[in-house]
């Protein structure tokens, strides 16, 4: 298996030690299909990095996915990289088994595997994580609840292709509707499983605060600019803030509320709301600040409070604010303004026409997942009721 490493994130704090003395490093593996990465893996990982020195996680091939879960939505490189740019992450290991072994563990000199308290079987409907569990070189971390890939495909499912486009005529009434209640009441076309059913995702001042690096400026440090809706968070958006944070020493990413990305995106934009999409960003390495409901235009006073020192944006169109002004009037006066190109063209609308253009392969993979979770809860309580009874 190839295997590539990755700069180390920030280690929590040590006593001084004599070299005697020092402790072994605790070296923990996690794995996953890691697919449309969004903030409840990175706070899997997160908590994961938190039980010992260095985190490795395994990524699925996109054969093992197909295979026991069905097609994914992303590609295996897409999703390697996605893994790679979350800042809790040491190392990642690519085509690592579906079924987590001793010897994978041996092989890396990983001393215990880390997941989530929900469940996760190969196409047999067997658990993944037996082996490991049976050698007690197992650990849990609390599943993020309110978030999983499978409630955001459905989130995407619940619109058409019309949907999708400018024109609001041509929405149907049905869709409307199907889109208030889904954001309204967190309902989606899949709502029964015990884990990964569709529910509200919940944001507290803790949950930002894990997050969040905390870091300031240093003095002299050159700082850069970006907002957006940073929708879905994807490769597309990790690999233009690497590109901007290259430009400077200290990343500063805006993120619009609700209301502003759905004026310059669309009626039933944005797909995450506005503090889901702020974890998101928060998540990456490259991002050393987050300023949640960040304005639109970037003022003069946005400028001199961060005292910015070059505001970017990429190579998408940009509209105009609502007084018909141009959002990067003042960096341009100011001659702080750049455009840059990351190379890579991924849009949140193209991985949603991804979706639709799969649409049945991902309703159907979403209600294979939602039966055997269903299966294995029942069996679950069916052995409690045993022990009790």
């Given at each position: 298996m190839a295997s590539k490493r990755v700069d180390d994130v920030g280690e929590p704090a040590k006593e001084m030690q004599s070299p005697e003395k020092k402790k072994k490093e605790i070296r923990v593996w996690m794995d996953g299909c890691f697919d449309m990465v969004h903030f409840g893996h990175a706070n899997a990982v997160r908590q994961g990095k938190e039980f010992g020195d260095k985190l490795l996680v395994g990524v699925h091939s996109d054969a093992e996915v197909t295979k026991h879960k069905g097609p994914p939505v992303y590609t295996e490189e897409e999703r390697y990289k996605m893994v790679r740019a979350i800042k809790w992450v040491d190392e990642v290991i690519e085509d690592a088994p579906y079924v987590t072994t001793l010897e994978t563990l041996e092989k890396y000199d990983c001393d215990f595997c880390v997941h989530g308290d929900d469940i996760t079987t190969t196409a047999d409907g067997v658990d993944t994580y037996h082996l490991v569990k049976a050698a007690n070189k197992y650990k849990e971390c609390k599943r993020t609840a309110g978030v999983s890939t499978t409630d955001l495909v459905g989130r995407m499912l619940l619109v058409t292709k019309t949907h999708h486009q400018r024109d609001e005529d041509s929405i149907d009434e049905h869709h409307v509707g199907a889109i208030s209640k889904m954001f309204s009441t967190g309902e989606g076309p899949s709502s029964h499983s015990p884990w990964t059913g569709v529910s509200q995702f919940l944001t507290t001042t803790k949950k930002i605060i894990q997050f969040s690096e905390g870091k300031e400026p240093k003095p002299g440090d050159k700082i850069v600019?970006?907002?957006?809706?940073?929708?879905?968070?994807?490769?597309?958006?990790?690999?233009?803030?690497?590109?901007?944070?290259?430009?400077?020493?200290?990343?500063?990413?805006?993120?619009?509320?609700?209301?502003?990305?759905?004026r310059y995106k669309g009626s039933n934009y944005p797909i995450m709301n506005m503090h889901e999409r702020t974890l998101s960003v928060l998540a990456c390495r490259y991002v050393s600040e987050v300023v949640i409901g960040a304005p639109y235009s970037v003022t003069p006073d946005l400028m001199e409070h961060f005292k910015v020192d070059v505001v970017c944006h990429g190579m998408t169109p940009v509209m105009p604010d609502v007084d018909g002004a141009d959002p990067y009037e003042e960096p341009k006066r100011q001659g702080k303004f750049k455009n840059i190109d990351s190379r890579n063209n991924l849009t949140t609308q193209m991985i949603i026409e991804r979706i639709i253009k799969h649409r049945l392969e991902y309703e159907e993979r979403n209600r294979k997942k939602e039966e055997k979770e269903k299966k294995i809860m029942e069996s679950m309580k069916n052995s409690a009721q045993i022990k009790t009874g």
């Open positions: 600019y970006v907002a957006g809706a940073f929708d879905l968070f994807h490769v597309g958006h990790v690999d233009f803030l690497e590109k901007a944070a290259s430009l400077g020493d200290f990343l500063i990413v805006g993120i619009h509320t609700d209301p502003v990305v759905n």
